[in-house]
């Protein structure tokens, strides 16, 4: 797990996904490295705010996964 402060991010790599949050956020977005640069695939939502690699940490173990759906809206057509 990773920490930097010039982002102010959360990162942790494994099983061919990245996890990132950025400091004081409730969610961790989800992204498979092998579909760059495509959005993220799921969210995790805690229930505390993340503001260290521990609370990061926490958040990856005990927060709620869910997959992102994306569809088409026509807002720029």
């Given at each position: 797990?990773h920490?930097?402060s010039?982002?102010?991010m959360?990162?942790?790599?494994?099983?061919g996904?990245?996890?990132m949050a950025?400091?004081g956020?409730?969610?961790?977005?989800?992204?498979?490295?092998?579909?760059?640069?495509?959005?993220?695939?799921?969210?995790?939502?805690?229930?505390k705010r993340?503001?260290?690699?521990?609370?990061?940490e926490?958040?990856?173990?005990t927060g709620h996964?869910?997959?992102?759906?994306?569809?088409?809206?026509?807002?720029?057509?």
């Amino acid at each position: 797990m990773h920490w930097n402060s010039h982002t102010n991010m959360f990162w942790f790599g494994a099983n061919g996904n990245e996890y990132m949050a950025w400091k004081g956020s409730h969610q961790i977005f989800i992204y498979p490295c092998d579909k760059y640069p495509n959005p993220p695939s799921g969210v995790i939502q805690h229930n505390k705010r993340i503001e260290t690699l521990k609370d990061f940490e926490d958040a990856l173990n005990t927060g709620h996964e869910f997959d992102c759906v994306y569809v088409k809206s026509g807002i720029l057509e």
